[in-house]
């Protein structure tokens, strides 16, 4: 994190562990729903890659 922080690839401003504590709800809330079927419920039936590549794109700099 300090690392992707310090290239800029992650907000600098922001602390770590909202970093990490924020990515890790994203991609733990994406498997949940993934796993119930919550995903297609929702009209994000797409596949797990696809659904964590555009998380991390958005989320990343």
């Known amino acids: ?6 290239s800029g690839d992650l907000p ?3 602390p770590t562990a909202a ?6 709800a ?3 809330g994406l ?3 993934g796993e119930r ?5 929702l009209a994000l039936d797409d596949t797990p890659e696809r659904l964590v590549d555009d998380l991390l794109a958005l989320t990343l700099r």
Request: proline fraction near 0%; glycine fraction near 8%; charged fraction near 20%.
């Open 1 to 6: 994190m300090i690392d992707a922080q310090a």
């Open 37 to 41: 079927g919550g995903l297609a419920k």
């Open 26 to 28: 994203s991609l733990h």
């Open 12 to 14: 600098a401003d922001e």
């Open 19 to 24: 970093i990490a504590r924020t990515l890790w």
């Open 31 to 33: 498997a949940v729903l």
